[in-house]
């Protein structure tokens, strides 16, 4: 049986068309799902925060019950709660995450430290405290690495062909990374 040059050719621009069309849904369900897990990790990334701000309410009271601390990191630290609490955006909140670990880096120096505080490593409140603290900075450490690699693999995704090709045309833009070192790379 052979076919006529029409239908050869109608059989031919179909299967162009059903080509086109899984690269773009095989695309397209790659981004989100790419997507998807940045948010999911992200969400991680923010759970650990979480956690770090409760503990944050205890630390002040213990720092500044137990020591003569500067009153201005105390402050900071917990107006950056408070605005990591209200935070609308994960934009907002990664920039005051990023912020109040170098606020809250500035107590946890000063007790491993012991120089310029030293009844502050010698106090068995704080000492559990900044046990907590270590534990959750690292939680926090090892979640950021986890969401940096997944927004390592989205930027990537939407930049390599052939997803740089439909990224824009579906809304799928650049991820930021979570850089603890503002103005780092």
Do not use: C, H
Request: proline share 4%; hydrophobic share 45%.
């Amino acid at each position: 049986m052979k076919l006529s040059k029409p239908l050869l050719a109608l059989i031919i621009v179909v299967i162009a068309i059903v080509v086109v069309l899984a690269l773009i849904i095989v695309t397209y369900n790659g981004l989100v799902d790419s997507e998807q897990q940045v948010d999911s990790q992200w969400a991680q990334v923010e759970n650990q925060y979480q956690r770090k701000i409760d503990l944050i309410p205890n630390l002040v009271d213990i720092t500044s019950q137990y020591t003569q601390f500067e009153a201005s990191t105390l402050i900071n630290i917990t107006n950056l709660r408070t605005q990591w609490l209200s935070a609308l955006t994960d934009e907002d909140r990664l920039n005051t995450s990023m912020a109040l670990d170098g606020e809250v880096n500035t107590i946890v120096l000063a007790y491993f430290a012991a120089e310029n505080y030293p009844t502050l490593s010698t106090i068995p409140l704080v000492a559990d405290l900044m046990d907590e603290i270590a534990g959750t900075e690292n939680r926090i450490a090892t979640e950021r690495m986890w969401y940096n690699e997944d927004v390592r693999e989205y930027n990537s995704k939407i930049k390599r062909f052939p997803g740089v090709l439909f990224a824009g045309m579906f809304g799928f833009e650049e991820k930021r990374y979570y850089d603890p070192i503002p103005g780092g790379v």
